[in-house]
């Protein structure tokens, strides 16, 4: 069974960075596609960003693209998210995600909150 840890939320000014990790359990970690969503207060949870198996292909959400990379390190069984350029709407708690069949996977959820 896949487990998976979220890490590096934090408080933040607008403007700066953070980097979010995930590591996972298991050992078939490397045959997952990942995921990372976020719940913003108020709102439903939203996708943020995905990265293949291998790492070679990732996509962005619109509202992020240009500002937050996504990265996989399979030898460690974790995938980032690096957060630049932070915006007060980026508050949120941010969540790790695996497709492991029949369900997805989610963290607990790692609290992002940008100060304006």
């Known amino acids: 069974q896949v487990r998976l840890v979220e890490s590096g939320g934090g408080l933040v000014q607008a403007g700066g960075s953070l980097r979010l990790s995930c590591a996972a359990s298991?050992?078939?970690?490397?045959?997952?596609?990942m995921g990372w969503f976020r719940q913003r207060p108020g709102k439903e949870r939203e996708f943020v960003a995905t990265?293949?198996?291998?790492?070679?292909?990732?996509f962005l959400s619109y509202s992020v693209k240009g500002r937050f990379t996504v990265s996989r390190g399979n030898a460690k069984n974790t995938v980032d998210l690096q957060m630049n350029n932070l915006k007060p709407e980026d508050t949120a708690v941010y969540y790790c995600?695996?497709?492991?069949?029949?369900?997805?996977?989610w963290g607990q959820g790692t609290q992002v909150t940008v100060s304006s």
């Open positions: 995600n695996v497709f492991v069949f029949p369900r997805p996977v």
């Open positions: 298991g050992n078939t970690f490397r045959t997952y596609n």
């Open positions: 990265i293949s198996r291998g790492g070679t292909n990732t």
